[in-house]
């Protein structure tokens, strides 16, 4: 028995030869990219569950941060406002206390001049007679 073929029916092979062999390792890969797309919608719900929580997140904080910055604003305003009472304090407190030690500081130098007078100088001066 001997087989005879020429160059077509032997093209013919090779070319059912080729798509066999694209069939059989095109339906692995066919395979594969459906498990890669079920991978792919798993992680994407994943995704969204993780965006949902990071948006809660995010809301909180804006919400935290909007408490922080009035809190800030109100110290802020306490600051002023000490600072405006530290100026009047200093103000109305200082001429009088200034006042009141110079009268002290007076008060103490004509007591010392009163009362430790020179003895030897005793008032008057001496005649001459002639």
Same mark, same amino acid.
């Given at each position: 028995?001997?087989?005879?073929?020429? *160059?077509?029916?032997?093209?013919?092979? /090779?070319?059912?030869?080729?798509?066999?062999?694209?069939?059989?390792?095109?339906?692995?890969?066919?395979?594969? &990219?459906? +498990?890669?797309?079920?991978?792919?919608?798993?992680?994407?719900?994943?995704?969204?569950?993780?965006? $949902?929580?990071?948006?809660?997140?995010? +809301?909180?904080? %804006?919400? %935290?941060?909007?408490? =922080? $910055?009035? /809190? =800030?604003?109100?110290?802020?305003? &306490?600051?002023?406002?000490?600072?405006? /009472?530290?100026? &009047?304090? *200093?103000?109305?407190?200082?001429?009088?206390?200034?006042?009141?030690?110079?009268? /002290?500081?007076?008060?103490?130098?004509?007591?010392? +001049?009163?009362?430790?007078?020179?003895?030897?100088?005793?008032?008057?001066?001496?005649? $001459?007679?002639?």
């Amino acid at each position: 028995m001997t087989i005879t073929a020429d *160059v077509y029916d032997i093209a013919i092979f /090779l070319i059912g030869l080729g798509f066999f062999i694209i069939a059989v390792a095109l339906v692995p890969a066919i395979l594969q &990219l459906k +498990r890669t797309f079920k991978a792919v919608e798993d992680l994407t719900q994943e995704t969204r569950k993780t965006v $949902e929580i990071v948006n809660f997140v995010g +809301r909180k904080v %804006q919400d %935290q941060t909007a408490d =922080i $910055e009035e /809190l =800030i604003a109100r110290v802020k305003d &306490l600051g002023v406002k000490v600072t405006g /009472l530290g100026e &009047l304090v *200093v103000d109305n407190v200082r001429g009088p206390v200034i006042n009141f030690l110079s009268f /002290l500081f007076g008060a103490e130098e004509g007591f010392k +001049r009163f009362f430790h007078r020179d003895r030897a100088k005793k008032g008057g001066g001496t005649d $001459e007679q002639l």
